[in-house]
């Protein structure tokens, strides 16, 4: 639900509301009971001092009826039936002692006498009770419906002749004797059927017309003690009978206010409320100070938490106190500390790179967007120059990893040195790095390459060696904000390979390098593709051994059969491939079926040596050799049955690698030919290096030796050449018999053409060589021959 | 107790002297035991009573009347020694003789004479408890009975009388009986009484 703090504070209060609620309502309760239990035993006790002081009263009343009951005279009054005097006297006497009523009845209950008429006198009821015996009596009776307290005492002459009853009111004066005493509210109340009289009274005047209405229910209900509501306010009442006849009473109506009564007790519980009122504004005051106490530092740690994940590491939790919330804050320093050591060494690891301590290829990209923002911004020119660092591959294979990352890191630090004006230069990974020029401050993309190129320049000393380290820089410009990073990283990148292929240091980008190339990179995609579906496979070309006319070697050469576009010409995606250096792939695919495809025919029987096309790129990698290795170990093939034709450019490139592959390769028992020999610019120096085994004459000088004169010539030094270094001699794109008796006559060893076959599938090659080889018929398909021939060979 | 009728029985007859006869009346209640101090008197019939009356006196000795009850023939003096130490107001409201003898003590000088035959309640006006009576009849023939409940009248001259009762405290007032006093000799007469309880005279 709420907060912890909200939880807290509402418990403890509901707690003590509760606790509270319950005592409180316990005790109201044992209050309210206690509270009437007192007033009404408070009016029992009332009861019994009423009753006394009434019969008190009647003492003295009879005390002062004594008096004028032995009075001598009186009494011969009485005797003497002197009716005059006796009146007289009764009156005397009943003015003197305040009496409201005086009689005299003679012993057989005559009235001799009286302040009354005799009517009234003769109906007093209970009278002949009264003055039946020989004592006195005394009674609260009505006298024409009026109470009063009367005593009848004889009149003794020494024995009674005549009895004396005197007659007090039951009104206010008596009732606030009573009240005076006992402390209660007092009324007489007299009865009848139909009404009722209220006679004296304490209550105040308000009260006491409802007092009549309600006493009626009062005096006629069973209990003694009962509870009367005047005017709202409660009355305990205690109803004292004085008289009763069948259907008349005279009662005395005790009542004690209940709010009096209570009035200690209504002291005491609005004590207790507003002592539970301040409990509870207390404790809800200190649980919000205690709950405070306990979420305000988890309120601060959450913060904190939030700071955290908004990665400020700056702020630390206080630790104010060692209870558990300080141990947890403290604890949270800990793991912010932890938090931010690992999150700054994460950062290093990447947007660093880790060589040459230059940002990476990610840091780069956010460089060049920034640059790219403020370009759009102000307006400036920016720049972005991709460099790769020529031949770095070789410095990696012969120096040691080691050694090629000291070099890497050598030139992040000049280049780094060379642009330090704002530009960012970055590793990308290999041996390419790029520098974005967010302002080119009127230089031209010549000016930044060539300061790249300054900073190359001096060779590098590293372990004792001079290192030589070139560059192939492409860089474009950009001036708005809307460029795609990824977009100016690709021009440059198409830029810089474009450089690599002209062998040049700089070539800026240009949008007509993009004619031709989506063609490329589709095909690029789908070559990729055509390894994975089995689209390519070799076709062999025989190679006739002139002096016995066997066949026992071929050339293997690539074909591939687009699912969509069916034969797709070498010249149209060898050139790629080797230009992107996907060659690689295509090369050692080629290596893997020439084998497989020997080790078959050798499986049936027919020894055939083949021989596949190495390019460039595929002598900078060592990598070919170990794979050629796996290759014939794979399928149990002699390495002699295997043979790379290398193009003199190819190993041009980086001469000291490639003759480090090829060696290897030697090493492993794989032959080796010239291909297209004496088309290229080799030197019979690197000649003589390599582990040679054939030279294969280019075509062109082989299709024209028959009619021209220099070629012929050019064909006959090669063989001789070839011979004299103990090299076998392959003549290549034999067209007609003619070149092939030419070629005998000069001593070439092997030729290889349309005149003798074309290049076969698998399956007709065997049978081929097996049917002793027919001469092609198809003597007259010279141009496809020519394509062929060249695409096989082809190195650009 | 509750009123009866008083029955007249006349039981025995005794042979009568010449000179003087003697009734012999014996008083009981209705369980037949007998009661003391009922006054019983005889009337003559047709007889005139001759004679100088005796002389009566009732003490006061302890604040008490002694005898409580004293008979006396009308015109009878009567004297009230006082024989306590303390003085006394005696007195008289009754009808048959009303007087007062105000405090005094000793023998009081005159005699209180009693003419008219009735009943005298006596009392003191400053002991309320002290009650009396004098009954005082027109006949010399007069007496109270003993604890036994009987007395005896003599030396009344032969003839015929009636025989009253009285009591202070009775309920009922006995119808008198006749009887033939024999000369010599004497006659039985019997009364049933109810006396009701003797008040008292004041708290």
Known sequence: MKSLRQRIVVFFTVLLVVVLAVAFSWISRSQENIATARLIAELEVGERVCTQLLAQRSAQLAQAAQVLASDYGFREAVATHDVATITSVLQNHGARINASVVL??????????????????????????LTSGNGRGSAVVPIDGKPYQIVALPVRAPLPIAWVVMGFELGDALAGELQRVTNLQVSFVAQAADRSQLYGSTLPDRLRQPLLTRVGDAVAGSSVSQRVDLLGEAFESRIV????????????????????GLAPFVRLRNFLLGLAVVSVLVTVAGSIMLAGGITRPINRLAELARQIRDGNYVEHA?????????EL?????????????????????????????????????????????ASGRTGQQGAVALLDLDRFKHVNDTLGHRIGDQVLAAVGERLCAAFSRGETVARLGGDEFAIVVPDMAGRTLEQVAACAARALGDPIELAGQSIDMNASVGATTFARADVEPLALLREADVAMYVAKQRRVAFVPYDAAFEQGRQVQLSLLGELRRAIENHELQLHYQPKLHLRDGSVRQAEALVRWTHHERGLVPPIEFIPFAEQTGYIRNVTRWVIEEAVRQASAWRAEGVEIELAVNVSARDLADMELVRHTERALARHRMPAHLICVEVTESGFMDDPQRALDVLNALHALGVGLAIDDFGTGYSSLAYLKKLPVQALKIDRAFVKNMVGDEDDRMIVRSTIDLGHDMGLAVVAEGVEDAASIESLRALGCDFVQGYFVSKPLPADQFLA???????????????????????TASADA | MNCRRALLALLLAVPALASAGRVDVAVRDGHGAGHANVVVYAIPEGGKVSGRPRAGSIDQIDKEFVPQIVVVQAGAPVSFPNKDNIRHHVYSFSPAKQFELKLYSGVPSK??????????????????????????????WFGKTDATGNVALDGLPAGRYQLH??????????????VVVPKDGAVAAAFQVDIGETPRAAK
Not at chain 1, 319 to 324: G, P, Q, S
Request: net charge negative; aromatic share 6%.
């Open chain 2, 111 to 140: 005699p209180v004479v009693f003419e008219k035959p009735g009943a005298v309640t006596l009392g003191c006006n400053i002991h309320d408890n002290m009650l009396g009576f004098i009954y005082v009849v027109d006949t010399p």
């Open chain 1, 768 to 790: 081929w060589q097996r049917a002793g080889r027919p001469i092609s018929p198809r003597l007259r398909e010279p141009d496809r021959e020519a394509g062929d021939a060249r």
């Open chain 1, 318 to 326: 206080k630790v104010e106190t060692a209870d558990e919330i300080g």
């Open chain 1, 104 to 129: 005299l009845f003679s012993t057989e209950g005559e009235v001799i006498a009286t302040t009354l008429s005799h009517a009234t006198a003769r109906a007093i009821p209970v009278l002949s009770a």
């Open chain 1, 329 to 373: 804050a403290l604890s949270f320093n800990h793991m912010l500390d932890g938090i931010a050591a690992r999150e700054s060494e994460i950062l290093r690891l990447a947007y660093n790179d880790t060589i040459t301590g230059l940002p990476n290829r990610a840091r780069f990209k956010a460089a060049l967007r920034e640059a790219i923002a």
């Open chain 2, 165 to 178: 009762t009285w009591h202070p405290f009775q309920t009922v007032q006995p119808p008198a009986a006749g």
């Open chain 1, 241 to 260: 009978p004085l008289w009763m006849a069948r259907d008349e009473r005279v009662v005395a109506l005790l009542q004690l206010s209940v709010a009096e």
